[in-house]
């Protein structure tokens, strides 16, 4: 429906909704550059769409909703520029008023508002934490308090967090802008924040997180797409999570080796799938992991996974980005690939690290991989002790019940 007619409700509602989330993110970046101000520019967007659930019902959906909002925004930001003006900051907000009057735009790709806003959101100057969470209230557009539900704070601690983070930008005079110098090892952050945020909502179940990170990977791919790493994080990320209605099944994680596959997600799998398919300039940690969730993906069950094949991968994977943990998971695709025996020599190897000290996962794979090896006492208490470390109360029950298994065996 276009204007000059009223609109239903939900009519006005599917449309401010598409809308948003077509232009929220543009809108938000292009007030942040201009005024510099990241509040106003959140308020005044909040505003205009308050504004269309008001007008719209009774003039019609504009022919363009998007753009509509976009100017509504930007008046609305003129508005209180003037109106707040004082002497001290009259000339910076003149400026601004004549930049949000001129419009002027870079059409490069560098040049993108919402580039910039999320390399500043990620700037390495901001706590880690301080950077996940701007980026999920700014360029998400997700409330205070749904991102503090999502990490067990409360909304008060997540918005001091948020304004401690608003204020170094402001004081510490980070640039808004998109690195030229080191924008490689930028890149590398900002995937790091959107696979922090993935991997927060996968461990945890909350969806929603796992799901925005999957739309900040797109968006990336969309900005930068000449990475090939960026493309690399959307294809694990699709992969992994394509897995997730047969990971989790009435309220108990179940491991991939008895997950249901007739449950993934065959639109996300062939989506990740076709990415990686496309020619690597550089092969990153992320393209290798990714590689290893698509044989998994790509195995019609747990006995047809060629693991021999994801060995190799995790040895290519440790001359990148060698880590204690990445040695435990090749410890186990070697138990899988070359036997229970050859697993716990290459697992006793990995051990040997001193960071992996005391950590449950160490002796749950022992416990599995002694198991598969037929030696079921040391596998029980291998497991008893990954019981006593285990973290989490899920994870207590996942292992217990193997120790129930093994028992009645």
Same mark, same amino acid.
């Given at each position: 429906?276009?204007?000059?007619?009223?609109?239903?409700?939900?009519?006005?509602?599917?449309?401010?909704?598409?809308?948003?989330?077509?232009?929220?993110?543009?809108?938000?970046?292009?007030?942040?550059?201009?005024?510099?101000?990241?509040?106003?520019?959140?308020?005044?967007?909040?505003?205009?769409?308050?504004?269309?659930?008001?007008?719209?019902?009774?003039?019609?959906?504009?022919?363009?909703?998007?753009?509509?909002?976009?100017?509504?925004?930007?008046?609305?930001?003129?508005?209180?520029?003037?109106?707040?003006?004082?002497?001290?900051?009259?000339?910076?907000?003149?400026?601004?008023?004549?930049? +949000?009057?001129?419009?002027?735009?870079?059409?490069?790709?560098?040049?993108?508002?919402?580039?910039?806003?999320?390399?500043?959101?990620?700037?390495?100057?901001?706590?880690?934490?301080?950077r996940v969470a701007l980026t999920l209230k700014v360029v998400s557009g997700l409330s205070t308090e749904a991102i503090g539900r999502a990490f067990l704070t409360s909304e008060a601690t997540m918005g001091q967090r948020l304004l401690r983070a608003k204020n170094k930008i402001t004081h510490a005079g980070i640039p808004y802008r998109v690195p030229t110098e080191d924008l490689a090892e930028r890149v590398g952050g900002v995937l790091a924040v959107v696979y922090l945020v993935f991997t927060e909502g996968y461990a945890t179940s909350a969806r929603s997180l796992a799901d925005?990170?999957?739309? +900040?990977?797109?968006?990336?791919?969309?900005?930068?797409?000449?990475?090939?790493?960026?493309?690399? +994080?959307?294809?694990?990320?699709?992969?992994?999570?394509?897995?997730?209605?047969?990971?989790?099944?009435?309220?108990?994680?179940?491991?991939?080796?008895?997950?249901?596959?007739?449950?993934?997600?065959?639109?996300?799998?062939?989506?990740?799938?076709?990415? +990686?398919?496309?020619?690597?300039?550089?092969?990153?940690?992320?393209?290798?992991?990714?590689?290893?969730?698509?044989?998994?993906?790509?195995?019609?069950?747990?006995?047809?996974?060629?693991?021999?094949?994801?060995?190799?991968?995790?040895?290519?994977?440790?001359?990148?980005?060698?880590?204690?943990?990445?040695?435990?998971?090749?410890?186990?695709?070697?138990?899988?690939?070359?036997?229970?025996?050859?697993?716990?020599?290459?697992?006793?190897?990995?051990?040997?690290?001193?960071?992996?000290?005391?950590?449950?996962?160490?002796?749950?794979?022992?416990?599995?991989?002694?198991?598969?090896?037929?030696?079921?006492?040391?596998?029980?208490?291998?497991?008893?002790?990954?019981?006593?470390?285990?973290?989490?109360?899920?994870?207590?029950?996942?292992?217990?019940?193997?120790?129930?298994?093994?028992?009645?065996?």
């Amino acid at each position: 429906m276009t204007a000059g007619g009223g609109a239903t409700g939900e009519d006005v509602g599917r449309a401010l909704a598409d809308a948003l989330a077509e232009q929220r993110l543009r809108i938000v970046a292009s007030l942040i550059r201009t005024t510099g101000d990241w509040d106003l520019a959140e308020d005044v967007v909040s505003d205009a769409a308050e504004r269309a659930l008001l007008t719209w019902p009774r003039d019609g959906i504009p022919a363009n909703p998007a753009a509509w909002l976009t100017a509504t925004a930007r008046r609305r930001a003129i508005d209180v520029l003037r109106r707040g003006q004082v002497e001290r900051d009259k000339l910076a907000e003149v400026a601004a008023i004549e930049e +949000l009057t001129d419009d002027h735009t870079d059409p490069s790709p560098m040049g993108d508002d919402r580039l910039r806003l999320v390399f500043t959101c990620c700037h390495p100057a901001l706590a880690l934490e301080a950077r996940v969470a701007l980026t999920l209230k700014v360029v998400s557009g997700l409330s205070t308090e749904a991102i503090g539900r999502a990490f067990l704070t409360s909304e008060a601690t997540m918005g001091q967090r948020l304004l401690r983070a608003k204020n170094k930008i402001t004081h510490a005079g980070i640039p808004y802008r998109v690195p030229t110098e080191d924008l490689a090892e930028r890149v590398g952050g900002v995937l790091a924040v959107v696979y922090l945020v993935f991997t927060e909502g996968y461990a945890t179940s909350a969806r929603s997180l796992a799901d925005e990170a999957i739309r +900040l990977g797109r968006l990336l791919v969309t900005l930068l797409p000449d990475s090939d790493e960026t493309r690399a +994080l959307l294809a694990l990320m699709l992969l992994q999570h394509a897995r997730r209605d047969a990971r989790v099944v009435d309220g108990e994680r179940v491991t991939l080796e008895h997950q249901d596959r007739s449950r993934w997600r065959r639109d996300e799998i062939d989506e990740g799938s076709a990415l +990686l398919r496309r020619r690597w300039t550089v092969r990153g940690p992320y393209a290798v992991q990714a590689d290893i969730a698509a044989v998994h993906a790509s195995a019609p069950s747990a006995e047809q996974t060629d693991w021999p094949a994801i060995v190799a991968l995790y040895d290519e994977l440790l001359d990148i980005a060698p880590s204690p943990v990445i040695a435990l998971n090749r410890a186990i695709a070697v138990g899988m690939s070359d036997g229970a025996l050859a697993g716990l020599a290459a697992l006793e190897s990995a051990a040997e690290d001193s960071r992996l000290a005391g950590h449950y996962l160490v002796a749950a794979a022992r416990g599995d991989l002694l198991s598969r090896a037929g030696l079921h006492e040391e596998a029980l208490i291998a497991l008893e002790q990954a019981i006593e470390l285990a973290p989490t109360d899920q994870e207590r029950r996942q292992l217990e019940q193997r120790v129930a298994e093994l028992r009645g065996s």
